[in-house]
């Protein structure tokens, strides 16, 4: 058991549609980044936030867009789905100070 | 963000020692060397991190260089269950590049 469960996890939406992928942390583990990872590449970062407030971002455009809630869960939210959004989405938390991160086993998400 | 340089490919026969190598010649003094893994159809799992010493856990050894450019992950014993990409993170933002790809025999 890893202590991150994602879900769902797998989800076909089509070109244009929104998606919202959930996240949920162990007890304590105030910082949450997300990840996405195309097929054969390494995870590519989209943002991180800590005590609810969005914390770094990496190079994604705005229709990404994420919430983390008191409970440390959080969700990512993409709009205007694209076919090149296809990947798998991963979910990292961590506590304040520590510097390993638990990932979840991810979101597949497919866009046709 | 540092620059990571990672072999894409080892091997290595079970019960045999690995030496994963990574070069990070622009690591900014203060951040924190990680290593994670990534077994197939899994999300990355935390190995092992450093600052200046050489670190041992559980899992694995830490090698860092004493320009803290370069570190190097040593598994003592592989067994099959090794077998993933093992990445090398010279930051604190945990930002992956592409990996060592690992593959170990019987």
């Known amino acids: 058991e890893t202590g991150v469960t994602q879900s769902p996890t797998h989800l076909i939406k089509t070109r244009g549609q929104q998606v919202t992928l959930r996240c949920s942390s162990q007890s304590g583990h105030n910082t949450v980044s997300w990840y996405q990872q195309a097929l054969g590449q390494g995870p590519q970062f989209i943002f991180q936030?800590?005590?609810?407030?969005?914390?770094g971002r990496g190079n994604f455009p705005p229709r990404f867009s994420g919430l983390q809630f008191p409970n440390y869960s959080s969700e990512l939210n993409v709009n205007a789905l694209e076919l090149d959004d296809s990947a798998l989405y991963l979910c990292?938390?961590?506590?304040?100070?520590?510097?390993?991160?638990?990932f979840g086993s991810g979101t597949r998400l497919t866009v046709v | 963000d540092a620059k990571t340089t990672q072999p894409n490919s080892m091997e290595s026969n079970e019960e045999e020692p690995v030496h994963l190598p990574c070069n990070h010649s622009?690591?900014?003094?203060?951040?924190?060397i990680h290593w994670y893994r990534q077994l197939p159809s899994q999300g990355p799992e935390y190995v092992i991190h450093g600052l200046t010493s050489n670190v041992n856990n559980r899992m694995a050894s830490l090698a860092i260089a004493e320009d803290r450019k370069s570190s190097t992950l040593i598994l003592h014993r592989a067994t099959l269950r090794d077998a993933a990409v093992y990445y090398c993170i010279p930051s604190d933002k945990l930002i992956f590049g592409t990996g060592t790809r690992l593959q170990v025999f019987p």
């Open positions: 936030y800590y005590r609810e407030e969005e914390n």
């Open positions: 990292a938390s961590s506590p304040q100070g520590a510097r390993g991160y638990t």
């Open positions: 622009t690591i900014s003094g203060t951040d924190y």
